[in-house]
């Protein structure tokens, strides 16, 4: 039987990059696919791109701009197949990705979704991130700390191809007030903490960072994890079983967010999420550079000089 993969393809003022990932898609040894490009209230002419690109398997969808979660969500309310995967509009894959997606998709049926090693950046340089067994995986309850965020980190949205009535199930994406960042890894640690999946590390997707001008690698500062502020679905969707860990990750992101707003001079937020979650002492160290972070944050020298002793013990450190 013929697996049609349905790609979603969210577009906002992305047109210098377009038609390359259509292109990456195009290139695919799989042909069995349909693409939907969700443009979210563009102002460039990157809709214009896309229908000067002759392939009946392309359609474009428009809606005013309400962030990517709600575009992917929009392109996942339009497909009508078993298995779909989310490409964003400055990124490609290599021309084996689909396939093999699909390949250890049908041939292990109890595995939610498919993720592959990634390269990153202008030269397509293999991401470290991608250095894991291949195969089945389910995420340990007793997972260590420095591993929380790593294991994560792996399940990138352009890497993924995942089970349409999985994604559904769960909620889609997060996208509350317009979201713009963390929206996806909302959905993908649902799918980690209920479901198993199948990882292949070889570099398979390729994420351009460096391209985008309008991405969040161009903010001053990252903003809370939308898991951090708006945990309660979570909550509400995991397992008993999968509890504790979750609310490890709650903790971890939580401490993560209010040292990035300690960093961005912003003390009262990270006081204010730091007291959303009183288990995060429990974090140890990490928690004590937390409030430490906290301190110093109306003292800018201050905050120079304990980055600069970071990054020294750092190179200290490093082999």
């Known amino acids: 039987m013929t697996i049609t993969v349905t790609v979603v393809i969210p577009l906002y003022n992305k047109a210098p990059y377009i ?88 041939q292990y049926p109890d595995c939610a979704l498919w993720v592959s090693g990634q390269q990153r950046g202008a030269a397509g340089k293999p991401w470290a991130g991608s250095r894991y067994p291949e195969g089945p995986w389910r995420i340990p309850m007793d997972l260590p700390t420095k591993q929380l965020k790593p294991t994560l980190d792996v399940l990138h949205s352009g890497a993924i191809v995942a089970r349409r009535k999985t994604v559904l199930e769960l909620g889609g994406f997060y996208d509350r007030d317009r979201c713009t960042y963390g929206e996806d890894i909302y959905l993908w640690l649902q799918v980690a903490l209920v479901h198993t999946i199948y990882r292949t590390p070889e570099p398979l997707a390729w994420y351009h960072s460096e391209s985008s ?89 201050l905050q120079q000089w304990t980055q600069q002793a970071q990054t020294a013990l750092r190179r200290w450190r490093s082999p």
């Open 213 to 301: 001008e309008i991405g969040v690698w161009q903010r001053q500062y990252l903003p809370p994890w939308p898991m951090v502020m708006d945990p309660q679905p979570l909550r509400d969707r995991c397992p008993i079983e999968s509890r504790p860990l979750l609310e490890r990750y709650l903790a971890y992101y939580a401490i993560l967010s209010a040292r990035r707003l300690a960093a961005a001079g912003q003390a009262d937020a990270a006081r204010d999420i730091l007291r959303q979650y009183p288990q995060a002492w429990q974090m140890g160290w990490l928690y004590a550079k937390a409030l430490w972070d906290v301190a110093i944050a109306p003292f800018p020298a």
């Open 19 to 106: 038609e390359r990932t259509l292109q990456s898609i195009q290139a695919q040894t799989y042909p069995h696919w349909q693409a939907i490009v969700v443009d979210d209230g563009s102002t460039d002419d990157g809709v214009e791109r896309v229908r000067r690109v002759s392939d009946p398997r392309i359609q474009v969808i428009q809606q005013p701009n309400t962030g990517p979660g709600a575009a992917r969500n929009c392109g996942l309310r339009a497909s009508d197949t078993p298995l779909i995967a989310f490409l964003d509009a400055d990124d490609e894959w290599l021309p084996e990705f689909l396939e093999q997606g699909v390949m250890a998709l049908t």
